[in-house]
């Protein structure tokens, strides 16, 4: 029963959110002057999120909800368009701004919503940005502050863009670092060892200390995610689930509400992770 009353208190909240008036509120304060590069594009990358969320699930709150956001979604991709031809350089840090992680995000969408334009100016940014890298200095990370992976990051939207095969050998050049076969797997289980271990929470009160929870919890998908774009036999897919198994397993748990510091944005990462969202694509 009580589950069943949270799910209604659930609907309840996302249709006041969601609620036309709000929507237009939010339409006319993103087309505000001064506000070209706000939210952008992390914030807005989320909210298209959101929409293909809504959209795929069969369900009539989530048509009607789904309508309602439509303007502030078209508006939120016609800023993303309009601005991805003019990004000379990919932004490849840890935090918000970084590039590839919204391109991901960007790409699920426009495949739900249809959006051949969004996807063929994402096709040329992985083209221009990522597709020569090598050699991702993977064991440079993280930073102190970081929630994103820059290189897993890369490799997790490449796998979107690319075929398998295709993403298979770029990931070769990239991120040669992965071990494959069995020896692979043991080394990416074993405690201590030196590919990929998961990230140390020193202070979950403070807000920046506690992004490497949702590094954690980003890692865990982005693993899976470049798994699941490699051939089915690939012989790194063992290393890569160990791996992802193992951030998973050292991240949920440190999902509370404790901490209002990586209470209020946790959650998302640990849906987006367990839903496996990135994956529905």
Same mark, same amino acid.
């Given at each position: 029963?009580?589950?069943?009353?949270?799910?209604?208190?659930?609907?309840?909240?996302?249709?006041?959110?969601?609620?036309?008036?709000?929507?237009?509120?939010? /339409?006319?304060?993103?087309? =505000?002057?001064?506000?070209?590069?706000?939210?952008?594009?992390?914030?807005?990358?989320?909210?298209?999120?959101?929409?293909?969320?809504?959209?795929?699930?069969?369900?009539?709150?989530?048509?009607?909800?789904? *309508? &309602?956001?439509?303007?502030?979604?078209?508006?939120? *991709?016609?800023?993303?368009?309009?601005?991805?031809?003019?990004?000379?350089?990919?932004?490849?840090? =840890?935090?918000?701004?970084? &590039?590839?992680?919204?391109? =991901?995000?960007?790409?699920?969408?426009?495949?739900?919503?249809?959006?051949?334009?969004?996807?063929?100016?994402?096709?040329?940014?992985?083209?221009?940005?990522?597709?020569?890298?090598?050699?991702?200095?993977?064991?440079?990370?993280?930073?102190?502050?970081?929630?994103?992976?820059?290189?897993?990051?890369?490799?997790?939207?490449?796998?979107? /863009?690319?075929?398998?095969?295709?993403?298979?050998?770029?990931?070769?050049?990239?991120?040669?670092?992965?071990?494959? =076969?069995?020896?692979?797997?043991?080394?990416?289980?074993?405690?201590?060892?030196?590919?990929?271990?998961?990230?140390? /929470? &020193?202070?979950?009160?403070?807000?920046?200390?506690?992004?490497?929870?949702?590094?954690?919890?980003?890692?865990?998908?982005?693993?899976?995610?470049?798994?699941?774009?490699?051939?089915?036999?690939?012989?790194?897919?063992?290393?890569?689930?160990?791996?992802?198994?193992?951030?998973?397993?050292? *991240?949920?748990?440190? /999902?509370?509400?404790?901490?209002?510091?990586?209470?209020?944005?946790?959650?998302?990462?640990?849906?987006?992770?367990?839903?496996?969202?990135?994956?529905?694509?």
């Amino acid at each position: 029963m009580c589950r069943f009353a949270s799910a209604c208190c659930g609907r309840a909240a996302v249709a006041q959110s969601l609620a036309p008036a709000n929507i237009d509120a939010e /339409v006319r304060y993103l087309r =505000g002057a001064g506000r070209a590069s706000f939210e952008r594009p992390y914030g807005l990358a989320w909210l298209l999120e959101l929409a293909a969320e809504l959209r795929r699930f069969d369900d009539p709150d989530a048509k009607r909800w789904s *309508a &309602t956001l439509r303007p502030l979604e078209t508006e939120t *991709a016609t800023r993303l368009e309009g601005w991805l031809p003019k990004l000379h350089y990919p932004i490849r840090i =840890g935090e918000h701004d970084q &590039t590839a992680f919204s391109f =991901g995000l960007m790409w699920d969408w426009a495949g739900v919503a249809g959006e051949q334009p969004m996807r063929r100016l994402l096709e040329d940014a992985a083209q221009r940005f990522y597709r020569q890298d090598r050699n991702c200095p993977l064991a440079y990370e993280p930073s102190g502050e970081d929630f994103l992976s820059p290189c897993l990051a890369e490799a997790d939207f490449l796998r979107r /863009v690319l075929a398998p095969r295709a993403f298979a050998s770029w990931l070769t050049r990239f991120l040669p670092q992965i071990p494959d =076969g069995r020896a692979g797997a043991r080394a990416a289980q074993r405690p201590g060892a030196p590919w990929l271990v998961p990230g140390v /929470v &020193t202070d979950r009160a403070d807000p920046k200390l506690a992004h490497i929870d949702g590094l954690n919890l980003s890692r865990a998908w982005m693993l899976e995610g470049i798994a699941h774009g490699l051939p089915a036999h690939d012989a790194r897919l063992a290393a890569l689930t160990a791996a992802a198994a193992r951030h998973r397993d050292a *991240a949920l748990p440190a /999902v509370t509400g404790e901490h209002y510091e990586g209470g209020h944005w946790l959650g998302t990462f640990a849906v987006y992770l367990t839903s496996r969202a990135g994956l529905a694509q």
